[in-house]
Structure formats: structure tokens, C-alpha cells
């Protein structure tokens, strides 16, 4: 095992060889870069997954501003983009993908020309640095479905990040790993050249499924990598069979797994981080025929208003290893201010997901016993909990409807709908239809149960001044959800949607379970913001309706 030595060769951050070695002395990596990306290894320093001190040690050394905070994570900034860029993502239009691809406002296409373009402009940026570095790893836990992803990147705090979100290889694994099935070239510290034909902005980041490459260029937020690989596995999974689900998974004692589908705001995270059951995973898995698998090895939590008392399992895992992103700290303690949104609000913290006690590894569980539709309706007419039809599953799974509220963003004066199509629009690669279709199925093999809950708001909307649903008794519904007696309870059929909905669960008032009998205003009132809900979905789904099939159109609200 080699030393490391200060001042030796060896020991100085980005040293290199003074003079071309002979081809023997290059390592099979170096060989395979060299050959298949034309990466210059006479010139450039290739670090290939490197350790978690020594990537603490290049990004400290070599990027400005990088910090470690007072509980040892990694304080790394990504420039001017701290989100992604949907509107800068392309596919590329080639014979063997192109009749699957859902084109469209999500799917932009993009020429096999211009993808080589922008590949040799990012290849060439990174010839251009003294050092660089690879990171080889897997995305899925289960070995028959995952595939191999090798990262290529010019700051070590990207490798960093993918190592938490990547699954780590063993080192038997790592000598054995081979061809990579899908390569990332991030150089997004370089500009997209915004004159080239298809160019929107300095931004792009594109996916060839024919080459399987991922290219990045003008954008330094890590989160295009993890989501560019969630992506990829939306288009190749199905085609395996294997359903790919934008959803957060936990297992009880006995084995039984539940599947948590939301948008940003309705409790995915809260709801599924149960001190009770194992946590499977925070956002992306799979559905094969031998059960749910995770896709990542980490999760990417939020980090605005972050504190021990509220997620005392993130807040703890923010410890060495761990990548936080764009956060405001105390000059001389490193301390984190959680609350200080001076960068941007989506500040974020990247950690192995074994940084979470109850986490289990490996991350894979049965066949999903309960599928749960999380939304957080701000008018106040959609149920605390329903149970679903398959029929109704596929429609809501497609419609993916939540509301965003007065002071969550910038011009919002009142409840606004917003739908995305499973749950995970910017990432579908097929239309939301064949997965809609596929989740279907599995359910109706494995009889599995759906449940739509609202955590949003009870008795009027929420410009009325109504509250949302306590949190406690949206626990009590999950726990008579696991424990098995919501499915043996006594439901009634809630008008225009169709769903079945409880007359009465333990320890909840009963009012609460039905929207007009909760309605604090006017009958009047309440029938015309059910109406107006109602029109909302329909109008969504118009989008959907040239390939929907027939008995998710029969599901839709009726008025």
C-alpha cells in the first residue's frame, strides 16, 4: 500500500507526471478514457474513485470557497444554478429510442450532431484540467436489474456527491466492473455554446440512449447528475419489464412494504420516515417481479429549516462524508444557519443512505402491500383519506395533483394547482400511460391496496383561514393503514370522485373523514369548490387523453 508522504510527489494535491509515460504504465481506466472519450492521460491526472478524505482534501485545495462545517460535512457552492434546468434538458432524436420517447415540453429533441457537439466542447474543457476525476458505481440495489454508471468530473465535490448517491462498489466489484453501461461528462463549470442549432441558453444537459452518455455543460448543480441517472432509469427499466417510480418506500416488522408517492410539500419524506418501520428509500426505486429495489445509495434532503427536533435523522447525518450544498454558515464556528436562504432556498445535503439508522441494507424489500398517493389540497374538498380502484390509482397516478399556497413562491396570492404526470414529470421518459399501465398490473398480481391521502387543508380552503389536517391524525390514518383494519373499515362513496371513503377510524373525529360534513362555510360554497377542483383535473388530463386507456378515462371526476 502506497504512503502518502507531505511534499512528496505523491502527496501534492494535482501533481502529474512531467513527461508522457510509456502506454504500459497507464492504468486499464486511464486506457478506457483515453480510447473511448479522448481524455489526454499525458496531461491530465486521472483520480479513479477516490476516498471520501482524499476528495475532501482536492475539493478544499482546489475550489474556491469549499468549507467543512462544524460537524464535518463538505460545504461545497454551485455557481450561479442551485436547481435544475428542465427547460435546458435534451434527448437525442436517434432510430433506437425515438418511437418510445414521450416528445414534448418534458422530452425536447435534440440532433445526434448536435449531442457530438457539445460532447467534444465538454471532452475538450476537461482536457484542459490538470486533474480529474472518475467515480464507477451502480444505480439499483437489485444486481440483476442495476447498471454500471461512470462519472467523469473536474470538481471533486461532484465525485463526492455521486459517491453518496451512486451505490458504492466493493472492491472486488471495482476490479471486476468493466464497461461502464452509462457514462456522465460533467463539465458544467463550461458554457453550452448558445449559438449551436437547438441552444436555448449556456445551459444543457443531454442524454444519447444510442451512446449512453450523459453530457453537462454550464451548470455546476450536482442534482442534474442524480437526476439525469433517474432518468435513464425511466427509459431502461421499462423496457426490462421494471417499473420505475418517483416514490419514497419503508417496510414494517412483518415484511410489508409501503410505496409513497408525492410532490414537493405533501409529507413524502415526513410520512415515509417512520421510527417504526426500515427505511428503503427517500425517492427513486424500481418494481421488478422479485419486489421494490432502491436505485440510489444515498438520499438529497432539503435543508432549508432543518433542525434536530423536526428530522433528527437528516440533521444527524449531516457528518463527515456527507455533501451540503449552497448553505449560509457562521464565519469562525463553520456552524450551518439552516434558515438563511441568502443563496437560495433549495439548499441540500447528500449522504449514504446508511448514514440513517433505521435504513435497510440492502436496500430491497417484497412486493408493495400499500401504494399511497400523497396531496396537499388547499381548497379543502379532497378527503383526508380515500381507498382507490385500480382504475382511480392510474388516473390520480397520472394526474399527480397537489397545490402550491400563498407564500411559497414569489406572486402567489392564492391556492394554485399544479400536476405532474406520476408524480415525477421532468423525469418520465415514456408517456405517464405505460406506467400508469405497468403500476396497474403489478398492484392487481400482488394485491396490493391504494390509498390517496390529503395533508392539506379541512373544512374550507386555505384562503378561508382553515387548517391544514393535523398531523397526528394523518399518522393515525398511515398506522390503521399499515396495521390492516382502514382496509376493513365501513366506507361510503364520496360524491364526483368516485372514491370510497371511511365512515369512521379510531381516535379520528369522524367529520373530519368527509369534506362536506367538515365544510365550516356554506353547502353552496362547498359544491362549487368541488366543482371547480373537479374541472381542474379534467382540463389536466386533456393532456393525457390520445393515449390513456380507456378505463382510466372512466376514472376521471364526474360532474
Not at 464565519?331 to 443563496?343: C, K, N, S, W
Not at 383494519?485 to 361510503?492: I, V
Request: proline share 6%.
Amino acid at each position: 500500500m502506497a504512503h502518502y508522504r507531505p511534499g512528496s510527489p505523491a502527496g501534492r494535491p494535482g501533481s502529474r507526471p512531467s513527461s508522457p509515460r510509456p502506454a504500459s504504465q497507464h492504468t486499464k481506466v486511464e486506457e478506457e478514457l483515453h480510447t473511448f472519450a479522448g481524455i489526454d492521460y499525458d496531461k491530465v491526472t486521472i483520480k479513479h474513485n477516490p476516498s471520501v478524505p482524499v476528495l475532501y482534501e482536492e475539493a478544499l485545495t482546489h475550489e474556491l470557497g469549499t468549507v467543512i462545517s462544524s460537524t464535518g460535512a463538505l460545504c461545497s457552492y454551485s455557481g450561479k444554478k442551485t436547481g435544475r434546468s428542465p427547460q435546458d434538458k435534451r434527448i437525442v432524436e436517434e432510430d433506437s429510442s425515438k418511437n418510445d420517447i414521450w416528445w414534448g415540453p418534458v422530452n425536447t429533441k435534440m440532433s445526434e450532431r448536435v449531442f457530438l457537439i457539445n460532447r467534444e466542447r465538454a471532452i475538450d474543457y476537461l482536457n484542459t484540467h490538470p486533474r480529474l476525476y472518475v467515480f464507477d458505481g451502480y444505480a439499483g440495489w437489485d444486481p440483476k436489474y442495476r447498471i454500471k454508471v461512470r462519472v467523469i468530473a473536474s470538481r471533486a465535490y461532484h465525485i463526492l456527491f455521486m459517491r453518496n448517491m451512486l451505490i458504492r462498489p466493493t472492491e472486488e466489484e471495482l476490479e471486476n466492473f468493466g464497461t461502464p453501461d452509462f457514462t456522465i461528462f460533467n463539465a458544467g463549470e463550461f458554457p453550452a455554446n448558445r449559438y449551436t442549432t437547438g441552444m436555448t441558453s449556456t445551459t444543457s444537459v443531454s442524454i444519447n440512449f444510442k451512446r449512453r452518455e450523459l453530457v453537462i455543460l454550464g451548470s455546476e448543480y450536482a442534482g442534474e447528475m442524480k437526476k439525469g441517472i433517474f432518468t435513464v432509469m425511466h427509459y431502461l427499466m421499462p423496457k426490462a419489464g421494471v417499473l420505475s417510480l418517483h416514490s419514497s418506500a419503508n417496510e414494517g416488522k412483518d415484511g410489508d412494504v409501503s410505496l409513497f408517492f408525492g410532490l414537493s410539500g405533501t409529507g413524502k419524506t415526513t410520512l415515509s420516515a417512520d421510527p417504526k418501520r426500515h427505511l428503503i428509500g427517500d425517492d427513486e426505486h424500481c418494481w421488478s417481479d422479485n419486489g421494490v429495489f432502491n436505485i440510489e445509495g444515498g438520499c438529497y434532503a432539503k435543508c432549508i429549516d432543518l433542525s434536530a427536533e423536526k428530522e433528527p435523522e437528516i440533521f444527524s447525518s449531516i457528518r463527515f462524508g456527507a455533501v451540503l450544498e449552497n448553505v449560509v454558515l457562521h464565519e469562525e464556528t463553520r456552524v450551518v444557519d439552516y434558515a438563511d436562504d441568502f443563496l437560495t432556498e433549495n439548499t441540500r445535503c447528500a449522504y449514504p443512505i446508511d448514514y440513517i439508522p433505521n435504513a435497510k441494507i440492502p436496500c430491497v424489500g417484497g412486493h408493495p402491500k400499500n401504494i399511497i398517493l400523497l396531496t396537499c389540497d388547499a381548497f379543502g374538498v379532497i378527503p383526508p383519506v380515500s381507498k382507490l380502484t385500480p382504475e382511480q390509482v392510474a388516473f390520480h397516478f397520472i394526474s399527480g395533483y397537489t397545490t402550491k399556497v400563498a407564500g411559497t413562491e414569489d406572486g402567489l396570492t392564492e391556492p394554485t394547482p399544479t400536476f405532474s404526470a406520476c408524480f415525477g414529470s421532468p423525469f418520465l421518459v415514456l408517456h405517464p400511460q405505460r406506467y400508469a399501465t405497468m403500476l396497474a398490473q403489478k398492484m392487481s398480481k400482488h394485491k396490493a391496496d391504494a390509498w390517496l391521502i390529503n395533508t392539506g387543508w379541512i373544512g374550507g380552503s386555505a384562503a378561508s383561514g382553515a387548517k391544514r389536517c393535523p398531523l397526528k391524525y394523518t399518522r393515525m390514518l398511515l398506522d390503521a393503514i399499515h396495521d390492516g383494519s382502514l382496509a376493513k373499515a365501513n366506507y361510503e362513496t364520496y360524491e364526483v370522485f368516485g372514491f370510497a371513503v371511511p365512515t369512521d377510524v379510531p381516535g379520528v373525529p369522524s367529520n373530519l373523514l368527509h369534506p362536506r360534513k367538515a365544510w365550516t362555510g356554506t353547502d353552496d360554497d362547498f359544491t362549487k369548490s368541488l366543482h371547480q377542483v373537479a374541472r381542474m383535473f379534467q382540463e389536466n388530463f386533456a393532456n393525457f387523453k390520445d393515449q390513456a386507456a380507456p378505463e382510466t378515462l372512466a376514472a376521471a371526476p364526474k360532474i
